[in-house]
């Protein structure tokens, strides 16, 4: 099947630093990625939807200038954690949608990033 | 009120039995279903997908899908404690591609 791959799986911080995290398609192309993030024991809150070549989607609630979404190409989506504090601290999650339509919506989850921010 | 309702659990079943697990939603456009699976500290996994009423089953799995009754479930027949994680319901709506994911219910199977 179709494999999203995310990197850092894990990272740690210093409060006020950027952290840079990359999702990518690896054998399909990813027309929309979609951006999650997951506190302890929570379920998964999307925070944006990005779309190849155009402007990202927020959510209501998740400061567009705090994280930053680029998707400028059909396999490569990155989240920017800018000035990063400890509440950032979270698992944030990719999911890629291919172009093929249909009904489904996105199928494919990356695996993770864990970020720490002492 | 929350899009995707669940029970948090944990929902404890011997090795063997069946699991029930069910998840109510609040959006009457929403038009497909999702079950996820995700092991602590994993990012979820997807089990299977429904959007006709009824019944769709895949090995030992089952998802059932009444509109009406706006619920969803998922059946897990020989329960192994492999199955052991917390069940994602998601939905997704017409004219949204994003998923709206219920809070999880988590499933022990006890050896």
């Known amino acids: 099947g179709a494999v999203v791959s995310q990197h850092p799986s894990r990272v740690i911080c210093k409060s006020g630093t950027s952290v840079k995290i990359e999702c990518r398609s690896l054998d399909f192309q990813a027309t929309t990625m979609f951006w999650y993030r997951q506190f302890p024991k929570q379920s998964l809150m999307l925070m944006a939807t990005s779309n190849e070549g155009s402007k990202a989607t927020y959510e209501q609630g998740v400061e567009k200038d705090k994280f930053l979404i680029n998707h400028a190409s059909l396999t490569l989506s990155t989240l920017t954690v800018t000035s990063a504090h400890p509440e950032d601290s979270s698992f944030y999650i990719c999911?890629?949608?291919?172009?093929?339509?249909?009904?489904?919506?996105?199928?494919?989850f990356g695996e993770g990033s864990r970020l720490t921010v002492l | 009120q929350k899009e995707v309702e669940q029970n948090s659990g944990p929902l404890s079943v011997p090795e063997g039995a069946i699991a029930s697990l069910n998840c109510t939603y609040s959006d009457r456009g929403s038009q497909s279903f999702f079950w996820y699976r995700q092991y602590s500290g994993k990012s979820p996994e997807l089990i299977m997908f429904i959007y006709s009423n009824g019944d769709k089953e895949d090995g030992r799995f089952t998802a059932q899908l009444n509109k009406a009754s706006q619920y969803v479930s998922l059946l897990i027949r020989d329960s192994q404690p492999s199955d052991s994680a917390t069940y994602l319901c998601?939905?997704?709506?017409?004219?949204?591609?994003?998923?709206?994911f219920g809070s999880g219910t988590r499933l022990q199977v006890q050896p």
């Open positions: 998601a939905a997704a709506a017409a004219g949204r591609r994003a998923l709206t």
């Open positions: 999911s890629a949608r291919g172009g093929w339509g249909g009904i489904t919506g996105e199928l494919f």
